[in-house]
C-alpha cells in the first residue's frame, strides 16, 4: 500500500483525452474508460483518430458554429476564417493554443487532449465506486496506446488496485514487453487486440504483427490474464482467414479467458473531420449486429474459448 501511495504523491502527470464513465463494452460490469493520447499504430479504421497523435488537437465542429467571429478575432496567428455559414481553419499555422476555443461560447471548436496527474483521474473514477461494487466493475485503461505514456498508465493502475478497484488494460500490445509484464500485478485483465492476420496486418495498421506476437506471448507466460480483442472490419479482415489466425493465436495461450468480437462502427469518420483528418477508411455503415453474431458463431465452431461481441 505504501509504495503505491508514494508512487501517486510524485503526482505523474499523462495526457488523457476522454474518461467515460459508465461504459460497458471495456470489460466487466460498469466501468470508467480513461482514454490516453498517443498509439504507435494508424488502424485505417480506428474509432479514435484523436487519440493517435502523442500532442493536444484542435477539433472543430462546424454544426455547432454560429458563425459570430470570435475566434477570428482572437487568434493571433490567422488561423480562422468566417465567411457566412463557411468556417476554415488554416491547422497548418494553427499552434495549438487554445485561445480561440476560450472565446467559443458555442462549443464549436475544443481542445482534445488534458494533462492530468494519477491523482486527479482517481477522483473522477472513485466517483462511480459504488456502481463497480454493484455490478463487478471498475477502471479501464485505454486510448490510444496506454503503454504509450507507461509510467502514468503504471501509475493510474497501481492507483486504482491500492483502493480496490477492479482494473483492465486496453492495449495493442505494439510495445515493449517488459512494459506490460510491469503491469500484472496491478491489472485483472488484459484486453489485448488482434486487428489482422499477419500478411496485410502491416497495410492496414501501419506496423507489422510480429512485436505485438511476442508481447502477446510474453504477456500470457508471465501469466498475465487475458482477452482476445478482434475488430471485425467489412473489406479488410472480414473473413474465414482472420477467424482461423484468431482461433489458432487463441490456442496457443494458457491464460486467455475470452474472445471478443468488436464490430465495426463508422464513428471515427466524424472524428476526423473534427480534427482535419483525412480519414483511410470511409465505410459509412456499421456492421451490424446480426451479422456478427453470425461471424462469433463461426469463431466459436473453430475455438472451445468463449466467444462474445462487444
Known sequence: MGSERKMERKDLQGLVFDIQRFSVHDGPGIRTTV?????????????????????????????????????????????HSVDGPVHEIRRPDCTVCGVCVETCYSGALALIGNTMTVSQVMEEVMADRLFYEVSGGGMTVSGGEPMAQPAFTLGLLKAAKARGIHTCLDTCGYC?????????????????????????HEQWTGVPLELILCSLHALDDAGGNITLRCPLIPGINRSDEHLINVAEIAASLKHITGIQIVPYHPVGLAKCEAIGKEPAYSETKS?????????????????CVPVTVV
Do not use: M
Open 35 to 79: 482514454f490516453l493520447k498517443g498509439c504507435p499504430l494508424r488502424c485505417a479504421w480506428c474509432h479514435n483518430p484523436e487519440s493517435q497523435s502523442k500532442n493536444v488537437e484542435l477539433a472543430f465542429y462546424p454544426a455547432r458554429c454560429v458563425g459570430c467571429g470570435n475566434c477570428v478575432s482572437a487568434c493571433a496567428y490567422g488561423c
Open 287 to 303: 456492421l451490424g449486429a446480426e451479422e456478427a453474431e453470425k461471424w462469433a458463431d463461426h469463431l466459436r465452431e473453430l475455438t
Open 176 to 200: 515493449g514487453p517488459e512494459d506490460l509484464i510491469r503491469a500484472i500485478p496491478y491489472t485483472d485483465t488484459f484486453l489485448f487486440d488482434l486487428k489482422a492476420p499477419s500478411d496485410i
